[in-house]
C-alpha cells in the first residue's frame, strides 16, 4: 500500500483563515519531502519542499512542519485566498531510490468568500 | 521558457488501439517521468529514465511502453488500449542527483478515454 496518507480528504475554509493540511508517512527512511497544489485541469504545482534535517521551512504564506518523531508532515498556508483552492498533495521521497516520489491520496481545500 | 508540454490534451481511443503520448521539457533536466491518476487517488508511477539512454518501471508499467528519444523528449506509448487505462496522464521531469532532490515539475495532463 501507499506510505504516504492524509487524514482529512477536505477541508473547507473561510478567506482570510489560516489553513492546515496534515500528512502522514510510514516510511522512517524517507529523506525528502513535497507538497503539491493541483488545481482543476492541470497539473500538479511545487509549492515547498523540505528535507529531513530540517523541522521547518517557510516560502511565501505556506509553512511546512515536519515531525520525525510521528512521521507528520503539514502544510499551512497563511491568509488563504480563493485562489488557494485545489487539492494538495504530499509527497515523499527516500534519497536512494532514485525516481521513487510516493503520493498521497490528496487533500481538497475549498475557501468560501 | 514553457517548461513540460504533453500531446495531446484530450484522446478518446476505442479497446485494442494504439497510441502515444508525447512529452517534451526545456528546462535541461536529465530525468523525465510518467504517471497516471485515477480519481480521488494520488499519482502512480508508470515508468521514469533517470537519463537521456535508460528507462525503468515504476509502479504500473503493465500494458506501456517508452521511449526516451533525447534528453528533450519522453514518450508513452499504449500498444493495445483496454478500459482500465482510462486516466489522466501526466509527465513530469526533475534535475535529480544535482542537489539529491526530486522536485518534479509536472506538464498539464493527457485525459485519456478507452472505449
Known amino acids: 500500500g501507499e506510505s504516504v496518507g492524509l487524514h482529512l480528504p477536505t477541508l473547507s475554509v473561510q478567506e482570510g483563515d489560516n489553513s492546515i493540511i496534515n500528512c502522514a508517512y510510514s516510511?522512517?527512511?524517507?529523506?525528502?519531502f513535497i507538497w503539491y497544489k493541483q488545481e482543476s485541469g492541470k497539473g500538479p504545482q511545487f509549492i515547498i519542499d523540505?528535507?529531513?534535517?530540517?523541522d521547518k521551512r517557510q516560502g511565501q504564506r505556506v509553512t511546512v512542519l515536519l515531525n520525525k518523531t510521528v512521521k507528520h508532515l503539514s502544510l499551512q498556508i497563511a491568509a488563504t485566498q480563493p485562489g488557494d483552492s485545489a487539492v494538495y498533495f504530499c509527497?515523499?521521497?527516500?534519497?536512494?531510490?532514485?525516481?521513487?516520489?510516493?503520493f498521497g491520496q490528496g487533500t481538497i481545500l475549498t475557501v468560501h468568500p | 521558457n514553457a517548461g513540460v508540454t504533453q500531446t495531446p490534451k484530450f484522446q478518446v481511443l476505442k479497446t485494442g488501439q494504439s497510441m502515444t503520448l508525447q512529452c517534451a521539457q526545456d528546462?535541461?533536466?536529465?530525468?523525465m517521468y510518467w504517471y497516471r491518476q485515477d480519481p480521488g487517488m494520488g499519482l502512480r508511477l508508470i515508468y521514469y529514465?533517470?537519463?537521456?539512454?535508460?528507462?525503468d518501471k515504476g509502479e504500473v508499467p503493465n500494458g506501456y511502453n517508452v521511449s526516451r528519444l533525447n534528453k528533450r523528449e519522453f514518450s508513452l506509448r499504449l500498444e493495445s488500449a483496454a478500459p482500465s487505462q482510462t486516466s489522466v496522464y501526466f509527465c513530469?521531469?526533475?534535475?535529480?542527483?544535482?542537489?539529491?532532490?526530486?522536485?518534479?515539475?509536472f506538464g498539464p495532463g493527457t485525459r485519456l478515454t478507452v472505449l
Open positions: 513530469a521531469s526533475s534535475d535529480w542527483g544535482i542537489l539529491n532532490t526530486d522536485t518534479q515539475y
Open positions: 516510511n522512517s527512511a524517507s529523506d525528502y
Open positions: 523540505i528535507r529531513s534535517n530540517m
Open positions: 509527497a515523499e521521497n527516500i534519497g536512494t531510490s532514485y525516481g521513487k516520489l510516493t
Open positions: 528546462m535541461n533536466h536529465n530525468s
Open positions: 529514465s533517470a537519463s537521456e539512454g535508460t528507462t
